[in-house]
């Protein structure tokens, strides 16, 4: 086990009072990277904290199991395969990076033939994944396809079917490409959903539904299988983990929206955080720094929920992708050999878009009982063509509220309007939010995850916690199950029995 006694061990210092004890503390506790300030000054992290964290890191060995990430080993050890999302952006083993840089090529070309109208006229591209072949593409073409007029993007991953007749009603079924984005092309949400997009072409006179159909996966024999043409497959890797993958094929719409040129800025942003991650001293490092300060907050001050606040609306979709980043990589019971872990994994990540968030949860966050690390996300160069003074308020709010919750007022006369302070956030202030920007930052995501699980020693590659109720409803279609009878009685209720 781990030796956390140190970190355990740390004086609970208010953050005020660290800013007074060292007038270096914004330097120490800032960093510029790839276009991105990162801010942890006003957050309880101290350089004895550093240290500590440094040492549980020796203990676990992260920069070996960093290289070995990056080398190709198969450092997701419950599924016995490599995890190769960096390799996507050129940063990894070079078997691995040569095979991704073919797979992206083919899809260029596949771009390609599209914009010379070898589908004939496209208009609208519909989009049909789920969980990771869903949430990344919808980030990227959300935030960056607002001034692109290339093509009408739509991304449906909800089996209920209003999600799909929204698009059904916008688009023209002779004028759409079909995407369907499975890793293993048998997720049954997406599967339905295409097959539902293919009834939806034909009862609209479309002659070869099926021609008009580009499958994203890492089984293509099953791709074939279901109809699709071998040439209108886009494969990427099995070790690419679903909710790593929008850098392989799965960003085919955020490709074909934005052009090529603003994928590939997506990648090199991307590969300029691996380097920075891979080669910078830890106490340097932001994924690394960001890592520290979640386990601080879940080890020591018994945090159970981080939240991430976009003050660009660009960045709203943000939250929801870190959702699943975080909480299904590092919401784990046991290590990676299986033993329990015996202490608190990932917090339950949540989030919003300021300043709307500020009128709906902030009051908790200020006021309330629970401790909440909270993450504001901004940007300099604003997104909009409107007077300055929208963005000088969306920015100046931002800075505020973590200067609020830090810094606190008493009241004694009035406690209900009294704050209490000392609560902590950290600021990511983008420069600008481009195609490279985004990549960097996602990929700092990326990584900080990967930190979290090798310091508390669980795989944070797999997913298995998603299996069972999946597995209980395809046993409740075919009319079996053991439920319990709460489960049963609903079954009848609804008249699914």
Not at 91 to 120: C, K, T
Not at 129 to 138: E, R, T, V
Not at 252 to 272: N, S, V, Y
Not at 425 to 443: H, K, N, P, Q, Y
Request: aromatic share 8%.
């Amino acid at each position: 086990m781990a030796d956390w006694s140190t970190i355990e061990a740390l004086p609970q210092t208010r953050i005020e009072q660290l800013f007074a004890d060292d007038p270096e503390r914004l330097s120490k506790f800032s960093l510029d990277v790839a276009g991105i300030h990162f801010d942890w000054s006003k957050t309880h992290l101290t350089w004895d904290a550093i240290k500590a964290f440094e040492a549980l890191a020796a203990e676990q060995d992260l920069a070996g199991k960093r290289e070995a990430m990056f080398g190709g080993a198969h450092v997701n050890v419950t599924e016995d395969r490599p995890v190769e999302h960096t390799a996507e952006r050129g940063e990894g083993n070079p078997e691995s990076v040569a095979r991704a840089a073919d797979y992206h090529a083919r899809m260029r070309m596949l771009i390609d033939a599209i914009e010379a109208d070898a589908f004939g006229p496209v208009r609208h591209v519909l989009h049909v994944g789920i969980g990771g072949s869903a949430l990344g593409p919808d980030l990227l073409v959300d935030a960056l396809g607002r001034d692109y007029e290339r093509y009408d993007v739509a991304i449906v991953s909800n089996v209920d079917g209003m999600a799909l007749e929204d698009v059904f009603e916008r688009f023209d079924p002779a004028a759409t490409l079909l995407v369907v984005a499975s890793k293993t092309f048998t997720t049954t949400e997406t599967m339905m959903n295409a097959e539902s997009a293919i009834a939806w072409m034909q009862q609209h006179g479309v002659d070869d539904p099926y021609g008009r159909v580009i499958a994203l996966t890492a089984s293509p024999d099953k791709a074939i299988e279901w109809g699709v043409d071998e040439t209108r497959i886009l494969p990427f890797s099995e070790g690419v983990g679903g909710r790593y993958s929008l850098w392989s094929s799965i960003g085919f719409p955020a490709a074909i929206k934005l052009g090529w040129d603003q994928f590939e800025e997506l990648l090199e942003g991307a590969a300029e955080m691996d380097r920075h991650f891979r080669l910078t001293a830890l106490h340097e490092n932001a994924p690394v720094i960001a890592a520290f300060a979640d386990l601080y907050y879940t080890q020591v001050r018994g945090c159970e929920t981080r939240a991430p606040f976009a003050y660009d609306e660009r960045l709203r979709l943000l939250p929801s992708y870190l959702q699943q980043l975080e909480m299904e990589s590092n919401g784990k019971g046991v290590t990676a050999d299986g033993t329990p872990v015996g202490r608190p994994t990932a917090p339950i990540t949540w989030g919003g878009v300021g300043t709307d968030a500020q009128h709906a949860v902030f009051q908790l966050l200020h006021q309330g009982t629970h401790l909440v690390p909270v993450e504001f996300l901004a940007v300099i160069e604003p997104g909009d063509t409107l007077s300055d003074e929208h963005h000088r308020q969306l920015l100046l709010n931002a800075f505020a509220q973590g200067a609020a919750l830090m810094k606190g007022r008493a009241n004694p006369d009035d406690p209900a309007r009294a704050y209490p302070g000392d609560r902590p956030s950290s600021t990511l202030l983008l420069d600008v939010l481009d195609a490279r920007t985004l990549g960097a930052l996602i990929a700092f995501y990326e990584h900080r995850v990967f930190v979290n699980g090798v310091l508390l020693g669980i795989n944070s590659f797999d997913q298995f916690g998603v299996e069972l109720g999946k597995e209980m409803a395809k046993a409740a279609a075919k009319g079996g199950g053991d439920f319990d009878p709460s489960t049963t009685d609903l079954i009848n209720r609804a008249g699914l029995a």
